[in-house]
């Protein structure tokens, strides 16, 4: 199994690309759609740069895969199932409770689809999905949102939001129905009961202190030496500072952007009667001034 990773500086993201090299089959995690907020360009630079890797190696795309319903970029997956039309778009079966979410917030139409039918496959927690060849488990990982999900690859699980890097720790609870005491047991009761050694490919790097990009780590290091959530944290510890850190974190930029676009598979809006996309921004959808005098 071979492991391709892919940073893209504007949002700190990590697309993965994994392979096996004698089927020559291969999925892509977690993809994205350059979007500039200023002009509301898109920009493919970041999903070519997987397809140049896809056919520099001779690779069949089987899968595109999504760790949630990311708050922080626009997926590339309809890009690259457009490209690769065989590929599958998958993606945890509780993004039906997200999109249910934000079908209100976004004021999307009665018509839109809150079952997930605009992915190909909805994966249930410990559900094993063989590509011949290649092969991985889905793990429910609640927290961050609550339709994480990580992939376990053999010794290698890539874990989207739920845990970063040791000296960043975990990934935010503040979004909509995320809760802090799931990502503790997500952690706890699910990721560190893992073998030591085995390896974690996190979601973001967001290079604290101006160090190094890194993005492999291991269960054993997370537990030694998460700044956040080591092994002896308790519940409580932990919930009280996740609530804490929480509250003092700026929206994401692309926030609104990306869940609208996120929750339809990656599809963009459908053209108006002017030939143009649209997306909504709500005012005042988090708590903010509504604009009402």
Request: hydrophobic residues 40%.
């Amino acid at each position: 199994m071979d492991i391709q990773a892919f940073f893209d500086d504007a949002t700190s993201n990590l697309t993965y690309g994994v392979s096996d090299p004698e089927t020559k089959r291969a999925v892509v995690i977690d993809s994205v759609l350059d979007y500039d907020p200023l002009t509301s360009a898109i920009d493919y630079k970041s999903a070519d740069r997987v397809k140049a890797w896809l056919e520099a190696e001779g690779l069949e795309l089987s899968m595109i895969l999504e760790t949630h319903a990311h708050a922080d970029h626009l997926s590339g997956s309809a890009y690259l199932k457009a490209a690769y039309p065989a590929a599958q778009v998958g993606i945890g079966s509780r993004i039906k409770e997200v999109q249910g979410l934000f079908q209100g917030v976004f004021d999307l139409p009665a018509e839109f689809p809150t079952d997930g039918s605009q992915f190909d496959h909805l994966f249930e927690d410990g559900e094993v999905v063989d590509l011949g060849g290649l092969s991985f488990e889905v793990m429910f990982t609640p927290g961050h949102t609550p339709a994480c999900v990580s992939y376990r690859f053999g010794d290698a699980v890539f874990t989207g939001d739920v845990v970063l890097m040791p000296d960043m720790g975990t990934g935010r609870c503040d979004f909509p129905a995320g809760s802090a005491v799931d990502l503790y047991n997500s952690v706890k009761n699910k990721l560190y009961t893992l073998p030591a050694k085995t390896r974690l490919f996190v979601g973001h790097d967001y290079q604290p202190g101006g160090r190094g990009l890194a993005y492999e780590t291991t269960v054993g290091a997370q537990k030694a030496d998460n700044i956040q959530l080591p092994e002896g944290r308790t519940e409580a510890e932990f919930v009280a500072f996740r609530t804490r850190r929480d509250a003092s974190l700026a929206t994401p930029t692309l926030l609104f952007q990306s869940i609208q676009v996120n929750v339809n598979a990656g599809e963009l809006p459908a053209k108006a009667g002017n030939n143009l996309r649209y997306l909504k921004i709500p005012i005042g959808a988090l708590g903010g001034g509504g604009g009402d005098p």
